[in-house]
């Protein structure tokens, strides 16, 4: 079964950059990888996705690794508004579903 | 354009009793999924559903259930309630199904707030 492993909480100072890992070792060519983050009292808001090349938005950087076995998301210049729960989910075309990994706490400190 | 719309935001239970969730998604999405978090099993799948068909379901014990209606609102109903069943209850739309979310150019979920359930 698909599976995305996180680490269960990070810590960052405020305007540094931010890199959260996820690993998901058992991907397949078609399986899209998403970020969202849930803010405190909301539900998760959409941060990046992308199948292989690396993405770039407005709010963050994805890195996906060559044998995409692997992600990061980067947050360039992090800001207090910036800590919350990052999920990592797979889009799992082959099982029709997604799978969604626990999830990183992250605090930033002033 | 307003975002997905649970109602209610709270509710208390008590074991036994039933509670149908409500979920109203943004204006012409026609796929809506349902999500159990909780502080030690993370988010959870619960079903989905497009254009008033259920089309994906779970791990969860039929006491959950879900429906959706012509106008794409949803609701999801649990029936005799336990104790464990104490959560938020997400909801989320798309305009196609959650797992197909990126084949298309800006294509994402959008998530409600939420219903915090508590089961005394």
């Known amino acids: 079964d698909a599976k995305t492993t996180q680490p269960n909480s990070m810590e960052s100072n405020e305007e540094e950059p931010v890199h959260l890992p996820c690993n998901h070792s058992?991907?397949?060519?078609?399986?899209?990888i998403h970020w969202y983050r849930q803010l405190p009292s909301q539900g998760p808001e959409y941060v990046i996705h992308g199948l292989t090349s690396n993405v770039n938005n407005r709010m963050a950087s994805l890195a996906i690794a060559e044998d995409r076995k692997s992600s990061t998301l980067i947050l360039h210049r992090a800001t207090l508004r910036d800590a919350a729960v990052y999920y990592c989910i797979l889009g799992v075309q082959g099982a029709q579903k997604l799978v969604f990994g626990q999830g990183t706490r992250l605090t930033i400190n002033p | 354009k307003a975002g997905v719309t649970q109602t209610p935001r709270y509710l208390i239970k008590t074991r036994g009793q039933q509670v149908t969730l409500s979920c109203s998604p943004i204006s012409g999405h026609r796929s809506v999924s349902w999500y159990q978090q909780t502080p030690g099993q993370g988010l959870q799948f619960l079903f989905e559903?497009?254009?008033?068909?259920?089309?994906n379901k779970g791990n969860f014990p039929g006491r959950f259930s879900g429906r959706q209606f012509s106008n794409s609102r949803s609701e999801m109903n649990v029936s005799t309630l336990e104790l464990g069943d104490s959560a938020l209850y997400l909801c989320?739309?798309?305009?196609?199904?959650?797992?197909?979310?990126?084949?298309?150019?800006?294509?994402?979920?959008?998530f409600g707030s939420g219903t915090q359930l508590s089961v005394l």
């Open positions: 989320a739309s798309s305009r196609s199904l959650p797992w197909t979310v990126g084949l298309a150019t800006n294509e994402k979920l959008f």
């Open positions: 058992t991907i397949s060519g078609t399986d899209y």
């Open positions: 559903y497009f254009s008033e068909t259920q089309r």
